[in-house]
Nanobody, 126 residues
């Protein structure tokens, strides 16, 4: 069973950058589609970014397109989310998710994932 552990969250000023990591333990993630989601207090969880198992395909929410970049290093069993030009509205708990995938596609919806990390908090001050 793959376990996911996020890290890299913290407090940053608006306009700053953070890089989140999602490390998988227990098994390789080579055959897993991966995604990042976030949830702010009082709001529903929302999709942020997704990457196919090979890394050849990515997909972003409109709200982060051009500012965030998802990537993966299968040799290190790790997925990253580089976040630039952060805004106060990016403040949320960020979680990574995984799903074993027989094909090289991206998954946009939370219901499509069956493995989740505990999350890491990102706070952007104005």
């Amino acid at each position: 069973q793959v376990q996911l552990v996020e890290s890299g969250g913290g407090l940053v000023q608006a306009g700053g950058s953070l890089r989140l990591s999602c490390a998988a333990s227990g098994r390789t993630i080579n055959n897993y589609a991966m995604g990042w989601f976030r949830q702010a207090p009082g709001k529903e969880r929302e999709f942020v970014a997704a990457i196919s198992r090979s890394g050849s395909s990515t997909y972003y929410a409109d709200s982060v397109k051009g500012r965030f970049t998802i990537s993966r290093d299968n040799a290190k069993f790790t997925v990253y989310l580089q976040m630039n030009s952060l805004k106060p509205e990016d403040t949320a708990a960020y979680s990574c998710a995984a799903r074993f995938s027989g094909r090289d596609y991206v998954l946009q919806y939370a219901r499509e994932y069956d493995l989740w990390g505990q999350g890491t908090q990102v706070t952007v001050s104005s």
